[in-house]
């Protein structure tokens, strides 16, 4: 049997577990799990469990093939095989975009696909041309760069991929033809007079697609495909969230998930009388110093929680400044651990002095970026994470 001490503080532990496949009962499976830690003793009150979106959207068989893509596309835009579609402000990445590119260039494989992107990086911080690069050529263009403006091909400098070229092949490869040029502002996208637009960039999009609607009327987010939301596959996310499966496939986020953490935490509650919170997790917040790239490509830290943890914010009371000021006042190491117990139990406004340098942030990014630091997305085998010491018991 095993116990945490009380003297241990908040933790984190990979539980290991076998494969999920499409179809797997991914909750009859869970449930066993958390019954073993239980039977272990690992199991408490107000504990988090933290599964990895991916598992629950393979059991759901949440998978769209390039050519479902494309037929949404055309439907969304109303585009002919022949017409001319915008796609702006994509991420460089083949796990995350290269296969919703293929879906977009063969809904018009007798026409163009222009890609514009934004410069000397993406979204997520991924360099598409070198700074100083990017400085030169903007101040001799105007901040509008193509191709022909770019002296040799720039990789990525960690991947090592020319994603102009990848992108460009891409689309060759669907049958349209394409055209990538460089720019910030997303309006010059209608100086190429597309007949649609796919807006593709993920944390910026609405503000992104109300500039381009003033000139390009006809357009939607990655959110507005692949979103039916009344049956499997779909996403309430759409595209947004999707990674690369096999072949010419694309697993979609989580279908409902609030629903599905909701009704694990219930089946937890009936078979071991633990109340636990659950979260249903996909990229952390985290952006890397070295790289400068910032980990979430997902729209959202959390694509499901159960209620405890939504709208639920990380904070507190700055103990190191409170220890150096009672210290300071010449109180004794017992009377400033008595003092801080006092302050735990007191309730304070988030902008007083006590609080300060101690920055409310949302539990559900903090739970999920803790959890996808513990689980990794390699081989770790870890798809759910089970957080201790986080919330106060009930």
């Not at 060759?172 to 649609?196: K, M, S, T, V, Y």
């Not at 609607?213 to 969230?241: H, I, K």
């Not at 004794?332 to 309730?347: D, F, G, K, V």
Request: charged share 25%.
């Amino acid at each position: 049997m095993f116990n945490l001490p009380d003297y241990v503080g908040p933790c984190a532990f990979g539980i290991k577990m076998g494969v999920i496949v499409p179809g797997t009962d991914l909750q009859a499976m869970l449930l066993q799990e958390v019954q073993k830690l239980d039977r272990d003793a690992m199991l408490a009150d107000c504990d988090v469990l933290a599964i990895t979106e991916s598992v629950v959207a393979r059991a759901q068989n949440n998978f769209v093939g390039t050519d479902e893509v494309a037929r949404d596309v055309r439907e969304t835009l109303s585009l002919q095989p022949d017409s001319t579609v915008g796609v702006v402000f994509p991420i460089a990445s083949r796990n995350r975009f290269s296969l919703i590119m293929e879906g977009i260039a063969r809904a018009v494989p007798e026409g163009e696909v222009v890609v514009q992107f934004s410069y000397p990086h993406d979204e997520v911080g991924n360099q598409i041309i070198p700074p100083e690069v990017a400085a030169e050529l903007e101040a001799r263009t105007g901040g509008l760069i193509t191709p022909g403006d770019l002296n040799g091909e720039f990789t990525h400098p960690l991947t090592g991929v020319n994603y102009i070229g990848l992108y460009e092949d891409v689309i060759r490869e669907a049958g349209a033809a394409p055209q990538i040029f460089l720019c910030n502002d997303p309006r010059r996208i209608a100086d190429f007079q597309p007949d649609g637009v796919v807006v593709a960039d993920i944390h910026t999009r609405e503000k992104t697609r109300a500039v381009i609607s003033e000139a390009v009327r006809n357009c939607c987010t990655l959110q507005d495909l692949c979103n039916r939301g009344d049956s499997l596959p779909s996403s309430e996310w759409g595209l947004l969230g999707s990674n690369m499966s096999s072949g010419s496939r694309l697993k979609l986020a989580p279908y409902l998930a609030d629903v599905v953490a909701c009704s694990l935490q219930k089946e937890i509650r009936e078979a071991t009388g633990k109340h636990v919170e659950v979260l249903i997790y996909g990229d952390g917040a985290y952006k890397d110093p070295s790289s400068g790239i910032y980990e979430l490509a997902d729209p959202i830290t959390a694509f499901g929680v159960t209620p405890g943890i939504d709208g639920c914010l990380r904070e507190g009371f700055k103990m190191k400044y409170l220890v150096d000021l009672y210290h300071d006042a010449g109180r004794s190491e017992e009377e400033i651990s008595n003092l801080l117990l006092e302050e735990a139990a007191r309730a304070r406004a988030i902008n007083c002095i006590t609080c300060e340098g101690t920055t409310p942030r949302r539990m559900r990014d903090v739970l999920a970026s803790l959890a996808d630091l513990v689980s990794g997305s390699a081989d770790a085998g870890t798809p759910m994470i089970l957080i201790k010491g986080i919330f106060a018991r009930r």
